[in-house]
């Protein structure tokens, strides 16, 4: 079971890049690439909240979860 981040797909069709969305968000360069990358092991959820504003997208939106059994 994984918990997969779906941030590059949303920014993508956003067109959005990630200095962008740092920016707008409030968040670190390094801080918004490790979730990116799926390297982050949590998220606030006011951070989730700002990234669904920001993206106009739901939290389902940026998170998927798959069950590899």
Do not use: H, W
Request: with cysteine.
């Amino acid at each position: 079971m994984r918990i997969v981040v779906n941030l590059d797909t949303v920014m993508r069709e956003r067109r959005m890049s990630l200095t962008e969305l740092s920016s707008r968000v409030g968040i670190t360069l390094a801080n918004l690439s490790n979730l990116k990358t799926g390297k982050a092991k949590a998220i606030r959820f006011s951070t989730l909240a700002a990234l669904c504003k920001e993206l106009d997208c739901q939290p389902g939106d940026l998170l998927e979860f798959i069950d590899d059994a």
